[in-house]
Structure formats: structure tokens, C-alpha cells
């Protein structure tokens, strides 16, 4: 998404992808030092004489046109791997062409756990994390200073996997909520009626799993409807552009994040740190580490298979794959092609440092959610937890 509602976070993932192709190709591509999409669609990198191309199409996060950039890339470009995206419903949409086409899908930055879940297919393999790891790192951090809750989501796949990973992740660390959960379409820009039930619903904190710009609305109508006030805001950390405008009166919380450039200790990340502020003028934020890793994962599995980018070479290789990134080693769980990472919980010390340096580290975790499989795919989960994470 180049264009849409969630440009922010292509941003993230377009720069992080062709730094990651150049790290784990050992030089630049053809469009130089810095990708720019409005001056080129197409940058070419190298492992020893075997050229990779990369093709870069703006879907603005519309279903419709990611099938429609997907089948020309796979129609007329040829491509052997498709990456993307950051809607999680465009990302379903992928997920069928991928599996029409017999290629596979490397899912970075959607979170839906139906993407590794009831959406599951062979090709469909992530480096993002999904709503249940998300839940679990941050529901570590909330039960340690809250104990109950009401949640708001996004009436879609994403939402909806995030509160039902939420209220089963911090039930069993001890939490309650105390009301249903709430869903509001993604479209919505007047949050009063949903802010009107969470403050009737005498919980300690309100847990916020929001994406793109109706977020400033919905704090908005906290503040308006008092919320603020009186219940803290349970929401993981999010991008380094907007952590100053929501978080400001946050300071000194803790909370969990994905990745935030100031928590990992590794080559990879070193690399993003010093390549990003260079080429950019940033740190990386919140899904540079996806999009990073994304681009190690192409170039590892195309070594794996010694040059042979069928999708059944591919898809062999890539189950059960084991990479290091910018957020240190990544597997892909063979049963569901979840990919188990670290993540991470930091306390908010600032918001005004000017390279969003805004945390003081406190612990890293290394969530694994449970088989999301659907019912006719069940016996793939082997002997991991199924359907939640007391398996229940």
C-alpha cells in the first residue's frame, strides 16, 4: 500500500525490503541505494550469476486491486514468490491467487490469525506475526498492572482474530472482562456511541487494537467522552510517527510492541539502524523488521533449492525454515507456517526524542499462539495447542 489508508506502514515495509534484499545479496539492487516507487517499479539483485528481480505494485490496500496487480505480476511479469501486504483482507484475497497459482505467498505485515488460520493453504507462509502473538507479548505486560478489561477492534478479520486473541490471552494470565467486546467498522469517524459503552463498563484499562487513520478519531472521542480520565489505554506501543501524538500522556507505562529498532541485538538490525537513518532519514519503524525479513526469507529459500523457484521446491524449502533478521532467529512453524519470533516488552521513558528512541527495554518474548487450523486441516497441528491456548 503505497496510496491508501495504511500508506504509513508500506512505507515500512517497501524500504525494509529492498535494504533486506541487499543485505542478503551482499550489495544494492539496479535502482540504487534508495527505492523510491514513483521513479521505478522494478529493482534487480544478484546471488552469484542468478538474477532476482523484484516487481513492486501498489495495491492502496484494496481488495480488488490486489488481485488485479497480483495476476499481472503472476500473467505477464512471471514472478516465481509473491510478498505482501498490509491489509489483512487483501491479503486473503492474495492467498487464493497464490494458491490458484501454485505460488507461494510470504505475508508481511497483515496480522489476521486467519491468514495462518482458517485461510490456511500450502502456499501461505508469514513473517509477520499474527493477533494471538500480539495478544500474548502484550497481555504479559497488562495483567502485571491491570485486571479488567474492555476492548475495542475493527469490525473485520483482523479486529475480530484481535479480541478473540486478546480476551483468551489475558484470561488465562488472570485478567476479566467485564463486557462484550465492541466492533466498529473500519470506516467509522464518530467513536462516541463506542466510547460511551466502554465507560459505562468499570474496567481498569481499555484494550485498542486499531489500524490506519481511524485511530486518531477514536482517541479523540476518548479524550471527549472522558475515557482517558478514568481508564487506562491497553494498547501494544505502535509506529514511531504516531506514539508522540497518543501516547504523550503514557509516559512511564509499559507495554508490549513487535518490534521497536532499540529492543534486538543482532547483525541485521545493526544493518536496517545504520541504513535507514542513511538512505531515509528514519529509524526503522514498526514493520521494517517485516519487510526486511520477508526479503531474507526469498533469498534463503531460493539458496535452499539451488536456483529451482517451482512452488513446490519452494513451499518444501520454506516449511519448517529457520532465518536470522533484524529481530533475530525466525521459524516457520511447519504445522500452520506461523513465524515464532521474538517481540518484545518496553517502558515508554519519552516521546520526543527526535530518532523515536522512546523506550527503556524491559523483556523480550518469544509468544507461540496456538493451531488456528481449521476443523479439515486439525490433524496438521500435531500436538501444538488447538483453537486457543489452553487448547480448550
Same mark, same amino acid.
Given at each position: 500500500?503505497?496510496?491508501?489508508?495504511?500508506?504509513?506502514?508500506?512505507?515500512?515495509?517497501?524500504?525494509?525490503?529492498?535494504?533486506?534484499?541487499?543485505?542478503?545479496?551482499?550489495?544494492?539492487?539496479?535502482?540504487?541505494?534508495?527505492?523510491?516507487?514513483?521513479? %521505478?517499479?522494478?529493482?534487480?539483485?544478484? !546471488?552469484?550469476?542468478?538474477?532476482?528481480?523484484?516487481?513492486?505494485?501498489?495495491?492502496?490496500?484494496?481488495?480488488?486491486?490486489?488481485?488485479?496487480?497480483?495476476? /499481472?505480476?503472476?500473467?505477464?511479469?512471471?514472478?516465481?514468490?509473491?510478498?505482501?501486504?498490509?491489509?489483512?483482507?487483501?491479503?486473503?484475497?492474495?492467498?487464493? !491467487?497464490?494458491?490458484?497459482?501454485?505460488?507461494?505467498?510470504?505475508?508481511?505485515?497483515?496480522?489476521?490469525? +486467519?491468514?495462518?488460520?482458517?485461510?490456511?493453504?500450502?502456499?501461505?507462509?508469514?513473517?509477520?506475526?499474527?493477533?494471538?502473538?500480539?495478544? !500474548?507479548?502484550?497481555?504479559?505486560?497488562?495483567?502485571?498492572?491491570?485486571?479488567?478489561?474492555?476492548?475495542?477492534? =475493527?469490525?473485520?478479520?483482523?479486529?475480530?482474530?484481535?479480541a478473540a486473541a486478546f480476551r483468551d490471552a489475558c484470561t488465562l494470565d488472570?485478567?476479566?472482562?467485564?463486557?462484550?467486546?465492541?466492533?466498529?467498522?473500519? +470506516?467509522?469517524?464518530?467513536?462516541?456511541?463506542?466510547?460511551?459503552?466502554?465507560?459505562?463498563?468499570?474496567?481498569?484499562?481499555?484494550?485498542?487494537?486499531?489500524?490506519?487513520?481511524?485511530?486518531?478519531?477514536?482517541?479523540?472521542?476518548? %479524550? +471527549?467522552?472522558?475515557?482517558?480520565?478514568?481508564?487506562?489505554?491497553?494498547?501494544?506501543?505502535?509506529?514511531?510517527?504516531?506514539?508522540?501524538?497518543?501516547?504523550?500522556?503514557?509516559?512511564?507505562?509499559?507495554?508490549?510492541?513487535?518490534?521497536?529498532?532499540?529492543?534486538?541485538?543482532?547483525?541485521?538490525?545493526?544493518?536496517?539502524?545504520?541504513?535507514?537513518?542513511?538512505?531515509?532519514?528514519?529509524?526503522?519503524?514498526?514493520?521494517?523488521?517485516?519487510?526486511?525479513?520477508?526479503?531474507?526469507?526469498?533469498? /534463503?529459500?531460493?539458496?535452499?533449492t539451488n536456483g529451482d523457484v517451482s512452488g513446490d521446491a519452494l513451499k518444501?524449502?520454506?516449511?519448517?525454515?529457520?532465518? /536470522?533478521?533484524?529481530?533475530?532467529?525466525?521459524?516457520?512453524?511447519?504445522?500452520?507456517?506461523?513465524?515464532?519470533? +521474538?517481540?518484545?516488552?518496553?517502558?515508554?521513558?519519552?516521546? %520526543?526524542?527526535?530518532?523515536?528512541?522512546?523506550?527503556?527495554?524491559?523483556?523480550? %518474548?518469544?509468544? /507461540?499462539?496456538?493451531?488456528?487450523? =481449521?476443523?479439515?486441516?486439525?490433524?496438521?497441528?500435531?500436538?501444538?495447542?488447538?483453537?486457543?491456548?489452553?487448547?480448550?
Amino acid at each position: 500500500d503505497a496510496s491508501g489508508a495504511l500508506a504509513i506502514y508500506g512505507a515500512h515495509i517497501l524500504r525494509s525490503f529492498m535494504l533486506g534484499m541487499e543485505y542478503a545479496t551482499g550489495a544494492a539492487g539496479s535502482a540504487g541505494e534508495k527505492f523510491d516507487i514513483t521513479q %521505478t517499479q522494478e529493482n534487480v539483485f544478484k !546471488i552469484d550469476d542468478c538474477e532476482i528481480q523484484v516487481f513492486v505494485r501498489d495495491d492502496g490496500s484494496n481488495a480488488e486491486n490486489t488481485a488485479t496487480v497480483a495476476r /499481472e505480476l503472476i500473467d505477464v511479469q512471471k514472478v516465481n514468490i509473491l510478498v505482501g501486504t498490509v491489509s489483512s483482507g487483501a491479503t486473503a484475497t492474495l492467498q487464493g !491467487i497464490a494458491l490458484e497459482s501454485k505460488i507461494p505467498l510470504i505475508v508481511a505485515p497483515a496480522a489476521a490469525n +486467519d491468514i495462518t488460520g482458517v485461510n490456511f493453504n500450502e502456499y501461505t507462509f508469514r513473517v509477520s506475526r499474527n493477533n494471538y502473538q500480539d495478544a !500474548i507479548n502484550e497481555c504479559k505486560a497488562l495483567t502485571q498492572q491491570y485486571k479488567k478489561f474492555v476492548q475495542i477492534a =475493527p469490525d473485520y478479520a483482523f479486529g475480530r482474530g484481535s479480541a478473540a486473541a486478546f480476551r483468551d490471552a489475558c484470561t488465562l494470565d488472570g485478567g476479566t472482562f467485564v463486557a462484550d467486546d465492541i466492533f466498529a467498522p473500519l +470506516d467509522t469517524t464518530d467513536f462516541t456511541p463506542y466510547m460511551d459503552q466502554i465507560a459505562a463498563s468499570d474496567a481498569d484499562a481499555y484494550i485498542v487494537t486499531w489500524a490506519g487513520s481511524g485511530f486518531v478519531a477514536l482517541m479523540q472521542a476518548a %479524550t +471527549d467522552q472522558g475515557v482517558t480520565e478514568n481508564m487506562s489505554l491497553g494498547a501494544t506501543f505502535i509506529d514511531n510517527v504516531l506514539m508522540p501524538t497518543f501516547f504523550a500522556n503514557a509516559v512511564g507505562t509499559t507495554a508490549g510492541i513487535l518490534y521497536h529498532y532499540s529492543a534486538p541485538n543482532n547483525p541485521a538490525n545493526d544493518f536496517l539502524k545504520a541504513q535507514d537513518k542513511a538512505r531515509y532519514g528514519v529509524m526503522p519503524d514498526l514493520f521494517d523488521a517485516d519487510g526486511m525479513n520477508a526479503a531474507i526469507m526469498v533469498v /534463503e529459500a531460493i539458496k535452499a533449492t539451488n536456483g529451482d523457484v517451482s512452488g513446490d521446491a519452494l513451499k518444501g524449502v520454506m516449511e519448517g525454515m529457520t532465518f /536470522e533478521g533484524p529481530k533475530g532467529i525466525v521459524f516457520i512453524r511447519p504445522e500452520d507456517h506461523v513465524a515464532i519470533q +521474538d517481540m518484545y516488552i518496553l517502558k515508554l521513558v519519552n516521546v %520526543t526524542d527526535p530518532d523515536a528512541n522512546f523506550y527503556e527495554y524491559v523483556d523480550t %518474548t518469544r509468544p /507461540e499462539p496456538p493451531c488456528l487450523l =481449521p476443523e479439515t486441516l486439525k490433524a496438521r497441528c500435531g500436538t501444538l495447542p488447538y483453537g486457543s491456548l489452553s487448547g480448550q
